[in-house]
Nanobody, 122 residues
Framework: QVQLVESGGGLVQAGGSLRLSCAASGSIFSINARGWYRQAPGKERELVALIISDGSTYYAEPVRGRFTISRDNAKNTVYLQMNMMKPEDTGVYYC????????????????WGKGTLVTVSS
């Protein structure tokens, strides 16, 4: 089992920045991918960014150039730095992790945090 705990959400004005953190515990030694997903009001959950065990990253098109995913292996923590934020970035952001290789855009991941709310005001 893997436990994920997000922090860092809140209210920010358009153009501002926030940094989300996701601390992992449990059976994390064989995790292949960690990522951030978000769910806006009335919409389906979508992948925002992910980082693979080899360090490669993927970003959804709406956030490319504005968001950066990174990790601190010593702290078992993944971060999402969000800059130049827009009202459409508003939503609940979920941290996720997965042991297996797969289509993380289509299928999501196995382990999920409870989510943290991000609100961007115009």
């Amino acid at each position: 089992q893997v436990q994920l705990v997000e922090s860092g959400g809140g209210l920010v004005q358009a153009g501002g920045s926030l940094r989300l953190s996701c601390a992992a515990s449990g059976s994390i030694f064989s995790i292949n991918a960690r990522g951030w997903y978000r769910q806006a009001p009335g919409k389906e959950r979508e992948l925002v960014a992910l980082i693979i065990s080899d360090g490669s990253t993927y970003y959804a098109e709406p956030v490319r150039g504005r968001f950066t995913i990174s990790r601190d292996n010593a702290k078992n923590t993944v971060y999402l730095q969000m800059n130049m934020m827009k009202p459409e970035d508003t939503g609940v952001y979920y941290c996720a992790a997965e042991h297996k290789v797969g289509d993380y855009v289509r299928d999501g991941m196995y382990y999920w945090g409870k989510g943290t709310l991000v609100t961007v005001s115009s």
